[in-house]
């Protein structure tokens, strides 16, 4: 049987971002790409010998909610196209509701800053790769 976890909160600031790094990508991870025996906080604490307190005190930080929101614009990004070319199929089709959804998108959508987008992007990148060479290191 593993160690219990301590109830001590984890501060990132205190020597912890690898762990933070770890849990958040774990966290914006799809349920279906989750290991099964991993699928929830607590059974992620369990697992990785963190208290449940830790973690849902690292998702009240402004550091998790700019990673997670960073991690979903990456996640969904090489997706779009083929979300905006199946709608834009259907509007082919005469649906009335796509014909108006593509209306509302195409109004809505501005491009973004490509360049603030992709370092945002590499510096996440980079943050989790090290995250992880770092704990494998121990």
């Given at each position: 049987?593993?160690?219990?976890p301590s109830?001590?909160?984890?501060?990132?600031?205190?020597?912890?971002?690898?762990?933070?790094?770890?849990?958040?990508t774990?966290?914006?991870?799809?349920?279906?790409?989750?290991p099964?025996?991993?699928q929830?906080i607590?059974?992620?604490?369990k697992?990785?010998?963190?208290?449940?307190?830790?973690?849902?005190?690292?998702?009240?930080?402004?550091?998790?909610?700019?990673?997670?929101?960073?991690?979903?614009?990456?996640?969904?990004?090489?997706r779009?196209?083929?979300?905006?070319?199946?709608?834009f199929?259907?509007t082919?089709?005469?649906?009335?509701?796509?014909?108006?959804?593509?209306?509302?998108?195409?109004?809505?959508?501005?491009?973004?800053?490509?360049?603030?987008?992709?370092?945002a992007?590499?510096?996440l990148?980079?943050a989790?790769?090290?995250a992880?060479?770092?704990?494998?290191?121990?």
């Amino acid at each position: 049987m593993g160690k219990k976890p301590s109830n001590e909160v984890k501060s990132v600031e205190a020597g912890y971002e690898t762990d933070f790094l770890l849990f958040s990508t774990w966290y914006c991870t799809p349920k279906s790409q989750r290991p099964p025996e991993v699928q929830t906080i607590r059974e992620y604490a369990k697992s990785n010998n963190i208290a449940p307190r830790t973690l849902y005190e690292w998702m009240k930080t402004k550091k998790f909610t700019e990673f997670t929101e960073q991690y979903f614009k990456d996640f969904i990004a090489p997706r779009l196209t083929d979300v905006r070319n199946a709608l834009f199929e259907r509007t082919q089709l005469g649906d009335s509701q796509a014909i108006r959804l593509f209306f509302e998108y195409e109004q809505a959508w501005v491009k973004p800053d490509t360049k603030t987008e992709a370092e945002a992007s590499s510096e996440l990148a980079s943050a989790i790769m090290e995250a992880i060479d770092r704990r494998n290191d121990k």
